[in-house]
Each structure stands twice: as C-alpha cells, then as structure tokens.
C-alpha cells in the first residue's frame, strides 16, 4: 500500500468514527506526532488518534474489521491486556494452568 493511500485511509477511518474513540467513545486528536506530543505536551497523549490492530483472534472482534481508530489510551490499555492474555496462553500451552476453557479461551 502506497503512504497516500494509507493516509486516505487512515482519515477514512477517523471521519467514520467521527473522531472519537472506539472504545471509550472521546474525541480524539488527529493529525500531530506521538514522539512530538510526548515531549511538548504529553496531557495531549492520551487523546491521541491511533490505529489500533483487532487482530487477537480471542477477543471475538474480527468481524469489525482489522482495524479501528482508537485514542492512544485504549490502544495502550488494550496493548497491555493483550500481553496478559498471551502470557497466560503461554503458561497454559506449558501445562501450568488447566486449559479446560472455563475461562473462555480458545
Ligand atoms: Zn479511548
């Protein structure tokens, strides 16, 4: 995919969305650099436009697509939930925890 067209489809995405965040349903910032915001107004971070990838097969979200625009703050937050549900699948294909999906986990 060409940049110009990412571009287009990343704005796409935000106008569809009318600027606000999948998941918690905020405005959001677009259009300004994560590493500049960081630096020079970090209360701005977390209102960030960012693309987040539904691409975990166990959260049943394929079915949106395989993407959505999300502040940096659920990115994150979802980033971070994403990370414990693959270490406790890592810990369960180990044997360590009962894989008997009374959890839910497929
Ligand atoms: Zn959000």
Not at 8 to 23: E, I
Not at 26 to 51: K, S, W
Request: glycine content about 6%.
């Amino acid at each position: 995919m060409t940049q110009k067209k990412k571009t287009k489809r990343v704005t796409n995405l935000y106008l569809q969305q009318n600027g606000k965040c999948y998941w918690c349903d905020e405005v959001m910032i677009a259009g300004l650099d994560v590493d500049m915001v960081r630096t020079q107004q970090p209360e701005l971070l977390n209102r960030l436009f960012t693309i987040d990838h539904i691409n975990d097969r166990h959260n049943n979200l394929t079915r949106l697509g395989p993407v959505v625009g999300a502040c940096h703050q659920c990115n994150q937050r979802r980033e971070q939930l994403s990370t414990a549900l693959k270490l406790v699948q890592d810990k369960m294909k180990q044997g360590m925890i009962p894989s008997d999906n009374s959890l839910g986990y497929k």
